[in-house]
């Protein structure tokens, strides 16, 4: 498995509070991606990072934020949560130094906003 | 917008069945695609990819895929499944080919239940 960790694992969380997810990858890949998991939606792009500093929005970036301030972090901030936040998100890596586009995926944080 | 579509959204077999699962995406020019496997409570792993060359593709546990150009498709197929084949299955596309962001699309996903 690819070292990717996400923390936390599993939070509980009010309406209206911001709330920060960690990426932390050992793997020293350019590309980092926050992705939200919804039945029947599959799974939806949130932000990406092709780089430090850089960032740039997916599918369904409103009402989120990231960071990416180290390779090896990627952080995704809730800035107000609300209850249709409520969703698995899973952090992924790629990386294109030998043309490989597949992307590994973290383990997931199960997020509730109540 | 490129989409990918899994029109099967849940498939229940019993074991020692085939399975086929059907993707189509909508993107006319180069693609990478891929198929991934959730198994319960857990994270999505590769099950196979294709990228050039031979359009069947095999992959782990037993699995293989088709692409099929001229249908946009990239169906998946296991000759006898298993119980612990009981998963989520997801196809994905990377396109365009060598965007900016190595971005996936991803399909809606279809659970597979086997039953023993």
């Known amino acids: 498995d690819a070292g990717i960790t996400q923390s936390p694992r599993h939070k509980v969380t009010e309406t209206g509070t911001p709330v920060t997810l960690r990426c932390h990858q050992t793997e020293n890949h350019r590309y980092m991606y926050w992705y939200r998991q919804d039945p029947g939606h599959g799974l939806r792009l949130i932000h990406y990072s092709y780089g430090v500093k850089d960032t740039d929005k997916g599918e369904v970036s409103d009402g989120y934020s990231v960071s990416r301030s180290k390779t090896e972090d990627f952080l995704l901030t809730l800035e107000s949560a609300t209850s249709s936040q409520t969703s698995v998100y899973f952090c992924?890596?790629?990386?294109?130094?030998?043309?490989?586009?597949?992307?590994?995926f973290g383990p997931g944080t199960r997020l509730t906003v109540t | 917008a490129q989409s990918v579509s899994q029109h099967n959204h849940h498939v229940i077999l019993s074991e020692a069945a085939s399975l086929e699962l059907g993707c189509n995406y909508s993107?006319?020019?180069?693609?990478?695609l891929f198929w991934y496997v959730q198994y319960p409570g857990q994270h999505l792993q590769l099950l196979l990819k294709y990228f050039s060359g031979d359009p069947l593709v095999k992959g782990i546990k037993g699995f293989e895929a088709e692409f099929i150009k001229s249908k946009f498709s990239f169906n998946l197929r296991k000759p006898s499944v298993q119980w612990s084949d009981t998963a989520e299955y997801f196809c994905a596309v990377n396109a365009p080919f060598k965007a900016a962001g190595n971005k996936l699309t991803f399909g809606g996903g279809t659970r597979v239940l086997v039953k023993p």
């Open positions: 992924a890596i790629s990386n294109d130094r030998t043309g490989n586009y597949e992307q590994y």
């Open positions: 993107y006319g020019g180069t693609v990478n």
